[in-house]
């Protein structure tokens, strides 16, 4: 089956999110990246990380996935969707690595 590349934009849940995070916000962002660092080493996450717009800071990743039923899946366990919000899109035209 061939992969389906989407670019995932994770939404914070302010404006100042990056300058402002609790510990306990702290904590779930660094669990967030230990969570996709896994998919990266697998090869589903292809690049991901903070993208500091400065209108406000958002998280940026394109993930390569068998189905967007498996997207939705990663994104519901990603423990920073716990308090920032997903929004994800198919790419179409994809070259991508063989």
Known sequence: MDKKYFVLYLRPCRPDFAQTMSDKERNIMQQHVAYWAKYLEQGIM???GPVYDPSGAYGLGIVAADSEE???SL???DPASEINKYEHF???AVMAPK
């Open 75 to 77: 994104m519901a366990n």
């Open 70 to 72: 498996q997207l939705l």
């Open 90 to 92: 198919p790419m179409r």
């Open 46 to 48: 292809l690049v991901f």
